[in-house]
Structures are given as C-alpha cells and as structure tokens.
C-alpha cells in the first residue's frame, strides 16, 4: 500500500501563489503516475493536473493551464503542485492520488488512480 499525505494548503488573496506537496510512504512512486484533483464545496472532485513516471508528461485542466505546474522529485517520494495567480474559484480541497499502473500519458480520470491522500484545504480570497 501507498500511503499519501498532502501539505501546503491554506489561506491566500486572489492572485497569490501557494505549492502543494504531496508526500508518499509505504513504497517508491517512482514508476507511479501521480495526480491532483480537488473537490469545491457541493461540487464532484475534479482532475487538476497528472504527470507521468518519466517525469516529462503532463498534462493540466483546461481551467489550470498556464497557472499550476505539477512535478515531481523521486528521491524524495514526493509531488508538487505549484499554484500561481490563484483565484477564488479554485478553492477546494486538493488531494494528491497515484497510480500502479504506470502510463506513458498519465490518466486525468479518478478510477486510474490506487491511492488518495487525505486532502489538504486552498481558500481563495477575492
């Protein structure tokens, strides 16, 4: 089992930049693709970024391109989601998820991935 634990999260005014880290145990990641997806209130959890084992493959949402970059560090099992030019509309509670089944282009859908961390909460002030 891969146990994931995501930190960085909480409070910035509309424009400001925050960096999610999502640290994983229990077993290497290194040939996992791993993803963000976040939940706003009353809404279904939806795909934010993904990248893939090789590192170089990633791919965004529509609504993030150009304003969060996802990567990631092997030797230290560990994600990242930069987020700049924040607005409201992305607060959420982010969680990081990997996946075992290693793709060349990772997967933005939630049924590909093994393993969720336990989410950590972005609020967006305007």
């Known amino acids: 089992q891969v146990q994931l634990v995501e930190s960085g999260g909480g409070l910035v005014q509309a424009g400001g930049s925050l960096r999610l880290s999502c640290a994983a145990s229990g077993r290497t990641i290194s040939n996992y693709d791993m993803g963000w997806f976040r939940q706003a209130p009353g809404k279904e959890r939806e795909f934010v970024a993904a990248?893939?084992?090789?590192?170089?493959?990633?791919y965004y949402s529509d609504s993030v391109k150009g304003r969060f970059t996802i990567s990631r560090d092997n030797a230290k099992n560990t994600v990242y989601l930069q987020m700049n030019m924040l607005q409201p509309e992305d607060t959420a509670v982010y969680y990081c998820a990997a996946s075992s089944a290693a793709r060349l282009i990772p997967s933005r859908t939630r049924s590909a991935y093994d393993y969720w961390g336990q989410g950590t909460q972005v609020t967006v002030s305007s």
């Open positions: 990248i893939a084992w090789i590192k170089v493959n990633t």
